[in-house]
């Protein structure tokens, strides 16, 4: 059975940084768009940022272009996501979610992808 494991979350003041790793087991990721999303109480899940399967493609949230970077090592199979320049709004549950070949952003249901991990606590101080 496939599992990504989220880790990395923690609490940072305003203007930090964080880096979230997802590790990725029982999928070759190869063939998955890994994307990380957040979510808060009352709201839905929120794409923040997404790679696809040939790295041919990296997408980001308007709000977080510039401060957060996606990466991914297939041979490790780890996908990361550099945070940087954290904002108060930048609190969140962030999950990290498997999508067979392409990437699929916006706010989504958790249909969309086909593995999901449990999600991390960030949460930045003013």
């Known amino acids: 059975q496939p599992q990504l494991v989220e880790s990395g979350g923690g609490l940072v003041q305003s203007g930090g940084s964080l880096t979230l790793s997802c590790e990725v087991s029982g999928l070759n990721l190869d063939y998955y768009a890994i994307g990380w999303f957040r979510q808060i109480p009352g709201k839905g899940r929120e794409g923040v940022s997404c790679?696809?399967?040939?790295?041919?493609?990296?997408e980001y949230l308007e709000a977080v272009k510039g401060r957060f970077t996606i990466s991914r090592d297939n041979a490790k199979n780890m996908v990361y996501l550099q945070m940087s320049s954290l904002k108060p709004e930048d609190t969140a549950v962030y999950y990290c979610?498997?999508?067979?070949?392409?990437?699929?952003?916006?706010?989504?249901?958790?249909?969309?992808?086909?593995?999901w991990g449990q999600g991390t606590q960030v949460t930045v101080s003013s």
């Open positions: 979610a498997a999508r067979f070949r392409r990437c699929e952003m916006g706010i989504v249901v958790r249909a969309q992808y086909d593995y």
């Open positions: 790679i696809s399967d040939a790295e041919d493609t990296r």
